[in-house]
């Protein structure tokens, strides 16, 4: 079971970055899958949550600028993010409900399996 990041990169402010998850070894559409990051020095925090029913979730600081979808055929969890700011600077992981620990615990879900993470970096 593996979960791999890709998408990440440097991008100006206000720019756009499209994220990717893709799983082998399990179907995305079986469990909660997640985006979180954290900045250095910084805690790890979630950033959007994609439950089996495609309920979503985002925290505060995102809303209505990031969108988290999911592609079925292709076993991918993708997060569209717009309008980026420099604190939107951070590494990048996904998670799916359950798997492997360590574990955080977000919109009701303990994450695990965590992918190497992508670096995303906005700056001018």
């Known amino acids: 079971v593996q979960l791999v990041e890709s998408g990440g990169g440097l991008v100006q402010p206000g720019g756009s970055l499209t994220l990717a998850c893709a799983a082998s070894?399990?179907?995305?559409?079986?469990?909660?899958t997640g985006w979180f990051r954290q900045a250095p020095g910084k805690e790890r925090e979630g950033v959007s949550c994609?439950?089996?029913?495609?309920?979503?979730y985002y925290a505060d600081s995102v809303k209505g600028r990031f969108t988290i979808s999911r592609d079925n055929f292709n076993n991918t969890v993708y997060l569209q993010m717009n309008s980026l700011k420099p604190e939107d600077t951070a590494v990048y992981y996904c998670?799916?409900?359950?798997?492997?620990?360590?574990?955080?615990?977000?919109?009701?879900?303990?994450?695990?399996?965590w992918g190497q993470g992508t670096q995303v970096t906005v700056s001018s």
């Open positions: 070894g399990l179907r995305l559409d079986d469990y909660a």
């Open positions: 998670a799916r409900d359950g798997g492997r620990p360590p574990f955080t615990t977000a919109w009701g879900h303990d994450f695990g399996s």
């Open positions: 994609i439950n089996i029913d495609g309920t979503t």
